[in-house]
């Protein structure tokens, strides 16, 4: 039976939503443009409020409703949903031009140095040429190939420290935040910062970075803002990493600016930092100036996209092998025999022999939890049509990956973790199927694949070439919680607590 109050909160709620539908066709007249279907929304927050702390949920419920291509407004700025294989490649392939621009978004700006990293830079020349720095010589693959030792090494670090262990609960996500917080500090700054408390503030900074601030949207409510404190938190997480990169900096030039140590090194000795400066050296003589904030822009943004991201992926996978003992068995065997045995796999081992199954685990788990859900927002520049909807230039753009890889129209048992559905296919990662794009595609691509796939795919043939894992105190593997994390990348929200044996 009903409680007595339900009938006056149902007329009331009633009344509240005839106002809403009348407002909104009052504050917002349709045009004569063929927009996208959307949600109601209310006065002045437009749709902000039904975002939630898991927008890729909550706009998967959304537009199961609505649609694959939907329009929705956080408070007055309008901001198209893509959630279909077909909407994002007319997004990201037919129309890549117009939408390869970004918002500029209060948080993101503090955080990159005003929009100075690739990843938050407006389309155009400065994005350009920053980021043909990353495809041409910092991530290019001999560069990833110049990286291999620090892989290595680091990796067997996390296997030692694992068998040290052996039998005992230990924390695999914190291990193995620390294996991808020190391959790319070794790669980017030359040696390890690990001591410090540089990972928590790299989880407080993507935690920020996927906050949709209200400022944003609607000015007026600013204040909201600055009661959570975010611009304060923002601002704090950038002055800690603009010292702690300066510092770096310092480190590598003397009094006249000229890099010290510099004489004798081979390019194999050469990290990210070497090559920035020397970079920044070489174009002081051409019309390209590289000024010190892009310097530090670039080195904050491997660090940022590239810790965060590959620990992830990482994580989730050997989540998933452990609550799938038959995966996990059919990897090892495969592991096993590249092995042969000997003490540790090396990437020469993988480069030259066949792989499969490996390769289709880190997809299947990238598809189930596509590390970056929404991608990273863009933004077009123009008029365009997008499925038959005219899109206004201006708009906004977050591309649902997480939904369209799950998405039952292309995907048997899309909620299975099964990664034979990546055997006997081509489906890949680079941006050219649209069904699965956890790295993104077209121009805003994203430029590290290589260098993370090399890192996840050494680090999982080892975890599970020398170790078994179980759960604490006899747990069976379907109780293993899958709490999500907030943030622009979702990680487990609990750590990974397992004990491991040898096998
Ligand atoms: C598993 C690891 C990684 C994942 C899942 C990942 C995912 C992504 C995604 C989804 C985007 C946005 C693409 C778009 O908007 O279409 C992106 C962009 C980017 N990523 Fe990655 N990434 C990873 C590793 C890395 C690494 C290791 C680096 C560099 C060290 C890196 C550097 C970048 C940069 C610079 C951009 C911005 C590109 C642009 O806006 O033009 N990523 N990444």
Sequence with gaps: MLPSLSLEVLVSFSILLVIIHFTSIYLYPKTNKNSPPSPLRLPIIGNLHQLGSAPHRSLKALAQKHGSLMLLHLGSAPVLIASSAEAAQEIMKTHDVIFSSRPNLNISSIISYGGKTVSFAPYGDYWRQSKSIYVLHLLSSKKVQMFRRVRQEETNIMTDKIRNTLGSVIDLSDILMSLANDVICRSVL?????????VEHMSELTELLGVFSVGNYVPSLSWVDRVRGLEARARKIHKVFDEFIQNVIDERLDRNGKMVNDEGRSEGEKDVVDMLLEFQKEQANTDVIVHSDTIKALILEMFVAGTDTSFTSLEWAITELIRHPRVMKKLQQEVREIGQGRPEITEEDLENMQHPYLKAVMKESMRLHTPVPLLIPRESTQDAKVMGYDIGA?????????????DPAIWEEPEEFKPERFLNNDI????LHFEFLPFGAGRRGCPGIDFAMALSKLALANLVYRFDFKIPNDGRVEELDMVESTGITIHRKNPLMVIATTC
Excluded: P
């Excluded at 708009?395 to 939904?403: A, E, G």
């Excluded at 890949?428 to 941006?431: A, E, H, L, N, Q």
């Design 190 to 198: 030359g040696k390890k910062y690990s001591e410090g408390t540089l």
């Design 394 to 406: 201006g708009t906004q753009v977050l591309i649902n990956v997480w939904m369209i890889s799950r």
């Design 428 to 431: 890949d990662y680079k941006g």
